[in-house]
């Protein structure tokens, strides 16, 4: 059974942090590069940080970048979204999932299955 669970949301004040994590099973986790995908309502999913399956490489989409940061444990099957500086309009669900490389997951999209996801919400 190959399953991501996302974990770390909640709701948190403008300018406050949070981190998510993402655990992995039923995957050789450190064969596929990870990402981050967010979900707000009435929009499409985007990704919003990609790191590679050894942790090298890392990319963020321009509404992030210098905010978030995206990192990984392969020994423990996690992947991790640091979010700082929250504004309003990070408000959403998100989601981790998988990608056969950081150019794959960029280009074509991952490749597991969606979640639950975890909700965050930034409001004062």
């Known amino acids: 059974q190959v399953q991501l669970v996302e974990s770390g949301g909640g709701l948190v004040q403008p300018g406050g942090s949070l981190r998510l994590s993402c655990a992995a099973s039923?995957?050789?986790?450190?064969?596929?590069?990870m990402g981050w995908y967010r979900q707000a309502p009435g929009k499409q999913r985007e990704l919003v940080a990609a790191?590679?399956?050894?942790?090298?490489?890392?990319n963020y989409a321009d509404s992030v970048k210098g905010r978030f940061t995206i990192s990984r444990d392969n020994a423990k099957n996690t992947v991790y979204l640091q979010m700082n500086s929250l504004k309003p309009e990070d408000t959403a669900v998100y989601y981790c999932?998988?990608?056969?490389?950081?150019?794959?997951?960029?280009?074509?999209?991952?490749?597991?299955?969606w979640g639950q996801g975890t909700q965050v919400t930034v409001s004062s």
């Open positions: 999932n998988k990608g056969s490389s950081m150019r794959a997951m960029n280009s074509v999209g991952p490749i597991g299955s």
């Open positions: 790191i590679s399956n050894g942790g090298g490489s890392t």
């Open positions: 039923g995957i050789r986790f450190s064969l596929y590069a």
